[in-house]
Nanobody, 134 residues
Framework: QVHLVESGGGSVQAGGSLRLSCAASRETYASNCVGWFRQAPGKEREIVALTYTSINTGGREFADYADSVKGRFTISLDNAKNTVYLQMNMVTPEDTAMYYC??????????????????????WGQGTQVTVSS
């Protein structure tokens, strides 16, 4: 059984930064899709950032971000620590949501979005709340 545990959420003022972490109970992230998702009250869960490193192509990394966070958020992976991070910069009140990390097997595709569809994520953390005040 894989357990994912998020941390790093909290309250921050608009324009500030937060770094979310998600630790896995065992080696989970290598050669798997890894992602951060968020869900605000009354809204559907949405993809924030995805990453996948393909061992079949010499370790090429694929990454994708929601348009709303491009240039502000960065996903990174430390396989030695079984931890994935989401660095959030220049946050806005629209970033307020519960943030979840997830992992799952990839499918054939040509970029992170096609190789890592939402339905392939089968391990989820419990979430960490991020609240941005104006």
């Amino acid at each position: 059984q894989v357990h994912l545990v998020e941390s790093g959420g909290g309250s921050v003022q608009a324009g500030g930064s937060l770094r979310l972490s998600c630790a896995a109970s065992r080696e989970t992230y290598a050669s798997n899709c890894v992602g951060w998702f968020r869900q605000a009250p009354g809204k559907e869960r949405e993809i924030v950032a995805l990453t996948y490193t393909s061992i079949n192509t010499g370790g090429r990394e694929f990454a994708d971000y929601a348009d709303s966070v491009k240039g502000r958020f960065t996903i990174s992976l430390d396989n030695a620590k079984n931890t994935v991070y989401l660095q959030m910069n220049m946050v806005t009140p629209e970033d307020t949501a519960m943030y979840y990390c997830a992992a799952g097997p990839p499918k054939p595709g040509w970029n992170a979005a096609t190789m890592c569809p939402l339905e392939h994520f089968n391990h989820w953390g419990q979430g960490t709340q991020v609240t941005v005040s104006s």
